[in-house]
């Protein structure tokens, strides 16, 4: 019976409403142009042409179509105060919503095991990782992550909506959605936790696993300059899975009230993304050497143009 959704958002915020669609919409530009930039110089910059680098221009890809998953109609939601979503594209946004914050819980296990291998066995890393293991590895955890996204969407999708359409948040997820439903949830909240568990649980416990490994081999590292270099090839990623796991567990498992969890959750979804670019910039010799690189490029251009005239 139910044909739109109405995503509540931050209504009851009005005084607030412009404030908070300036400060989005500046975090969403961001966040958008500089994943492309490191998309960029992974791509242009022959040294960054690496499994590493591979991982981390996947991994913009990721961010960039994650937020715009979300952000785009939250700031229409803001703005033009157009809440109601449409029952098929409620359940597509839950679908892509699900499947990239999946993708991204698999990809940086993935990137774990690319650390742990390219430190505890570095002579043999570019023989192992090879292009094409490269790309198998980097797209393993996009069919794996909406293989789990299409089973919860589907079971929460098959429940009857018969009234309630009002979402107490920004975007539409599993549970609030369970909420709703006139009929039984429970085939679709076993659904979800099998998937919490394949899709959050078993990359974490991986992580955590590949890390301890790193970690052991770290301090057999007698110099404290070798231990410096070994930690720095890592620090980068282990930044981006510690934030990325913390606000998800605040988020999911820790809910604290209604107006507190659409905040958090605001920071899971805007935040985080928009400081992983400058995490793989600030931290990252490589990256930083890519973007002198090409400043002093396009300095040399826009001086050769110049002097043509």
């Known amino acids: 019976m139910v044909k739109e959704f109405i995503l509540v958002a931050f209504s009851d915020l009005a005084q607030l409403q412009m404030l908070l ?7 969403y530009m961001i966040c958008v142009t500089g994943n492309i930039s490191i998309l960029f110089f992974t791509i242009i910059d022959p040294m960054l042409h690496t499994p590493m680098y591979t991982f981390i221009g996947t991994f913009a890809v990721l961010e960039i179509m994650f937020v715009t ?3 785009p109609k939250l700031l229409d939601n803001l703005i033009s105060g157009n809440k109601s979503i449409s029952f098929i594209g409620c359940f597509t946004q839950l679908y892509f919503f699900n499947g990239l914050g999946i993708t991204e819980c698999y990809l940086l296990a993935v990137m774990a095991f690319d650390r742990d291998l390219a430190i505890n066995n570095p002579l043999h890393y570019l023989s192992i990782i090879t292009k094409d293991v490269c790309f198998k590895l980097a797209g393993a955890p996009w069919l ?25 948040s920004f975007v539409c997820d599993a549970s609030p959605l369970q909420d ?34 790193i970690i052991k081999t770290i301090l057999k590292i007698k110099s404290s300059a070798g231990k410096k270099k070994a930690f720095s090839t890592c ?34 979804t805007v935040l985080t993304p928009l ?3 400058f995490i793989y ?12 690189k090409s400043k002093a490029l396009l300095t040399g ?9």
């Open 281 to 292: 910039t600030l931290r990252n010799k490589d990256v930083k050497s890519a973007i002198r």
């Open 69 to 71: 998953v979300t952000i």
């Open 144 to 168: 794996i992550a909406f293989a789990i996204s299409l089973m919860t969407t589907f079971f929460t999708a098959r429940l009857n909506y018969c009234g309630p359409n009002h979402i107490n």
């Open 180 to 213: 709703l439903a006139c009929s039984d949830p429970f085939e679709s909240k076993v659904a979800f936790l099998v998937a919490a568990v394949l899709a959050v649980v078993i990359p974490f416990i991986i992580i955590i696993g590949f890390y301890i490994h």
């Open 235 to 268: 620090s980068s990623h282990l930044t981006v899975a510690s934030l990325y796991y913390g606000t998800a567990i605040i988020v999911y498992i820790t809910p604290v009230g209604s107006q507190m969890d659409k905040f958090l959750a605001l920071i899971y």
């Open 21 to 27: 669609f300036v400060i989005i919409l500046l975090s």
């Open 301 to 309: 251009f826009l001086i050769a143009k110049h002097l043509d005239k």
């Open 275 to 277: 400081l992983n670019p």
